[in-house]
């Protein structure tokens, strides 16, 4: 089974800090994702990346940043917390010949106060 | 721009009841995607469609694929409450490599 794990659970971040979200897929991934989820707005894509390095804007990037140095991990970062950015944050995979077959994580329910 | 919407948003059912949630996309889609998401939980991949009429059955689930690909549908037979949670369909717009939309998904709460 493909096992996608998030760095936190609930996170309590203050109005201007930096906030690093962390990734983790075991299975060799090569398509990884960033979403938020927000009542009434859906999945919205943050970013995506098809390989070490690689980064693609997804429909909301503004804000966010990313990093993926090595295959299994990709790392959402929010370089200046904001209240708007309170959020539920999902991180997901995929092969690379199946993109619409995602595997997510359990979700970082960040809160920006 | 273009969008999916799903119907309804909430549906709420006797257990042994049948449901019904309808994705009806505003483009044409070369496939379409659906997910579960139990409560407190995170989306869960159940099957894609990918032909023009395509109608695929996963146990008490059918999910069918519309003749023009621009709309689909997942029934369940005899729901229980396993069954709960929200369903969402995620379409890709023909022509538009890796692009995904997704629905506002359709929250099944049952009865028992």
């Known amino acids: 089974d493909v096992k996608v794990t998030q760095s936190s659970r609930y996170l309590v971040k203050r109005t201007g800090e930096k906030v690093f979200l962390e990734c983790v897929q075991d299975?060799?991934?090569?398509?990884m994702f960033w979403y938020r989820q927000d009542p009434g707005l859906g999945l919205r894509l943050i970013y995506f990346?098809?390989?070490?390095?690689?980064?693609e804007k997804g429909d909301i990037p503004e804000g966010y940043s990313v990093s993926r140095e090595k295959k299994e991990r990709f790392s959402l970062i929010l370089e200046s917390a904001s209240t708007n950015q309170t959020s539920m944050y999902l991180c997901?995979?995929?092969?690379?010949?199946?993109?619409?077959?995602?595997?997510f994580g359990p979700g970082t329910r960040l809160t920006v106060t | 721009g273009q969008q999916v919407m799903q119907i309804p948003q909430y549906q709420h059912v006797q257990e042994g009841e049948d449901f019904t949630t309808y994705c009806n996309s505003s483009?044409?889609?070369?496939?379409i995607q659906w997910y579960k998401q139990r409560p407190g939980g995170h989306p869960v991949f159940l099957i894609q469609?990918?032909?023009s009429g395509e109608v695929k059955k996963q146990k008490r689930l059918t999910f069918q694929f519309g003749e023009a690909k621009k709309n689909s549908s997942l029934h369940i037979t005899a729901t229980q409450t396993t069954d709960v949670g929200t369903y969402f369909c995620?379409?890709?717009?023909?022509?538009?490599?890796?692009?995904?939309?997704w629905g506002l998904g359709t929250s099944l709460a049952v009865n028992p």
């Open positions: 299975m060799d991934h090569e398509n």
């Open positions: 483009t044409t889609l070369s496939n």
């Open positions: 469609l990918v032909k």
């Open positions: 995620a379409g890709a717009p023909a022509g538009n490599n890796r692009k995904l939309i």
């Open positions: 997901a995979s995929s092969l690379i010949g199946s993109y619409y077959e995602q595997y």
């Open positions: 990346s098809y390989d070490v390095k690689m980064k």
